[in-house]
T-cell receptor, first 112, second 114 residues
């Protein structure tokens, strides 16, 4: 079945540091890949997505590239801000289904 | 445009009691999904409605859980009787179309069963 594995948190970074959160997946076919973010006290928000191999999703300075050869979708940001502190979830949706399969989430804390 | 809303935001009940969670999707969204996150685990899919019909309920854990979407608008998820392992955060999401379309999530209902 489908599954998503992402790095365990919490991750603590200083402001302006470089961020990488690793995400790898197992799926049949050609899934769509997503990063969702949950800010404190709020619901999940779509951060970015990619629907086919080699696509790069980007939003708010975050990027992730769909790598079929390594079955990965790592999230990166060149310079994090305190306001980026949140929980980040990697997810996939396969061709045939509607359900999203999520990773466990990675908590990020950015300190001034 | 209002987002997905969920009620209540928190619920604390005793084992054996009944709880009903409500989700109001974004207006015009035919697809409605329920997910659950148990402490320390992944967010897991529970079921999917298309309008008032259950499209996929493969993630429902057992027959203590009953989801409805009468009229194809808001949805309720009832847990009866609640057990300790039902504690977690229940998320609702909606989308305009199926499959690869973006799902918009509500803030979740935090359920604690004592």
């Amino acid at each position: 079945g489908n599954s998503v594995t992402q790095m365990e948190g919490p991750v603590t970074l200083s402001e302006e540091a470089f961020l990488t959160i690793n995400c790898t997946y197992t799926a049949t076919g050609y899934p769509s890949l997503f990063w969702y973010v949950q800010y404190p006290g709020e619901g999940l928000q779509l951060l970015l997505k990619a629907t086919k191999a080699d696509d790069k999703g980007s939003n708010k300075g975050f990027e992730a590239t769909y790598r079929k050869e390594t079955t990965s979708f790592h999230l990166e940001k060149g310079s994090v801000q305190v306001s980026d502190s949140a929980v980040y979830f990697c997810a996939l949706s396969d061709r045939s289904g509607y359900a999203l399969n999520f990773g466990k989430g990675t908590s990020l804390l950015v300190t001034p | 445009e209002a987002g997905v809303t969920q009620f209540p935001s928190h619920s604390v009940i005793e084992k054996g009691q009944t709880v009903t969670l409500r989700c109001d999707p974004i207006s015009g969204h035919d697809n409605l999904y329920w997910y659950r996150r148990v402490m320390g685990k992944e967010i897991k899919f529970l079921l999917h409605f298309v309008k008032e019909s259950k499209q996929d309920e493969s993630g429902m854990p057992n027959n203590r859980f009953l989801a409805e979407r009468t009229g194809g608008t808001y949805s309720t998820l009832k847990v009866q009787p609640a057990e300790l392992e039902d504690s977690g955060v229940y998320f609702c999401a909606s989308s305009q179309d199926k499959g690869r379309e973006t799902q918009y999530f509500g803030p979740g209902t935090r359920l604690l069963v004592l």
